[in-house]
């Protein structure tokens, strides 16, 4: 029985109905809206491109909760919107050599589950704090590498909204020790320099968009729907919208000369600067799970939360713009999950 079913169980099938969900959420510190996640008329007038007839999208199964919490994901440079099967599977890729790098993954704890109502109504299945996990999603990504050697990637490290660039596979055990351990905090090392150079994202927010032909032709086929509706409606509202990493001109943050705390001091003011950049980055990335979902859409915010939607189509692309990207406020009805989303006394998850 999975821990999505069974969390079910304990909560009982109303608390996670569709009418229960809006409810649950508000009361657990999420910033939600209630407005419809579909912005046009059914059927559409707006020329909103459409999915084939057979792509078939599961409506019954549960959305909320179908989702493997994690403590980061990074997405590896690759140029590509299609991989292996599965990509830690590929000969000398810095996937393979990541997988490899980690230390086994311990046995999970025996789950021990409070039955009284106070406990139950805290536990949302999907949604998690970064600290929950120390499991690492690796995923496979369409941007190419800001280096000048193709060998060297630039590998995107989230929620800590962070690139490394210069990584080759050899790398992988030193990458995993000063940026990757599930034990570091959200910027990796801070006390001692690093063979590589990362940067702050200079993006107010980052889209993944799972294009994962090889698991499933659904994602192969919304990915690209998806990502021509979200710069359609980017920039429709003044944003620009990329497809591709920017060189950037500062120094490395392995340059930043103060004490640690002043080099958190440092990257919390960048990234508190980022909405205001209003540029988005968007990404086609390998399998994120879920393709029954699709189109399967996750976003990154620099407040370091996460929010993954399913069932997703271009209809529904203007009130995630509208609402999440620029409001800050999480679409119930599209939830499958989210990493820190959970903001007490916050009005968005812009708020820190």
Not at 130 to 150: A, P
Not at 329 to 338: A, E, F, W, Y
Request: net charge negative; with cysteine.
């Amino acid at each position: 029985m999975s821990l999505r079913r069974l969390r079910a169980l304990v909560l009982g099938e109303s608390e996670l109905e569709p009418h229960n969900i809006h409810t649950s959420l508000s009361a657990s510190g999420i910033p939600i809206t209630t407005v419809d996640c579909r912005s046009c008329s059914n059927p559409c007038e707006e020329g909103h491109s459409e999915y084939p007839r057979r792509f078939t999208i599961d409506y019954d199964s549960t959305l909320l909760g179908s989702m493997k919490p994690f403590r980061r994901q990074i997405v590896i440079s690759t140029g590509k919107s299609d991989w292996d099967f599965n990509i830690t599977d590929t000969p000398d890729s810095l996937a393979a050599s990541i997988a490899l790098s980690q230390p086994p993954t311990p046995a999970p704890e025996p789950i021990s589950i409070e039955l009284d109502e106070k406990a139950a109504g805290q536990c949302i299945p999907g949604v998690f704090t970064s600290s929950d996990s120390t499991r690492l999603s690796i995923l496979n990504g369409s941007h190419k590498t800001l280096s000048v050697e193709e060998e060297e990637h630039t590998v995107l490290v989230l929620p800590d909204y962070t690139m490394v660039v210069g990584v080759r596979p050899a790398d992988a055990p030193e990458l995993w020790r000063t940026v990757l351990d599930a034990s570091l905090p959200r910027h990796g090392m801070t006390t001692e320099r690093s063979a590589f150079s990362s940067y702050v994202l200079p993006f107010a927010c980052v889209i993944l968009l799972c294009s994962h032909k090889r698991r499933d032709n659904r994602c192969a086929i919304s990915a690209p729907k998806l990502e021509n509706a979200f710069i359609r409606s980017l920039e429709g509202k003044g944003w620009t919208a990329h497809t591709q990493l920017e060189h950037i001109v500062d120094p490395p943050l392995e340059k930043f000369s103060g004490s640690a705390e002043a080099k958190e001091r440092h990257i919390a003011d960048e990234l508190r600067a980022l909405p205001a950049t209003r540029k988005a980055l968007i990404l086609r990335n390998s399998h994120i799970g879920g393709h029954k979902f699709s189109g399967n859409c996750v976003l990154y915010l620099p407040s370091g939360s996460c929010i993954w939607y399913g069932r997703v189509s271009t209809h529904e692309v203007e009130s995630i713009v509208e609402n999440t990207i620029l409001g800050g406020l999480v679409l119930p009805t599209l939830l499958r999950g989210g990493m820190n989303i959970s903001r007490p006394g916050c009005p968005t998850l812009h708020d820190w």
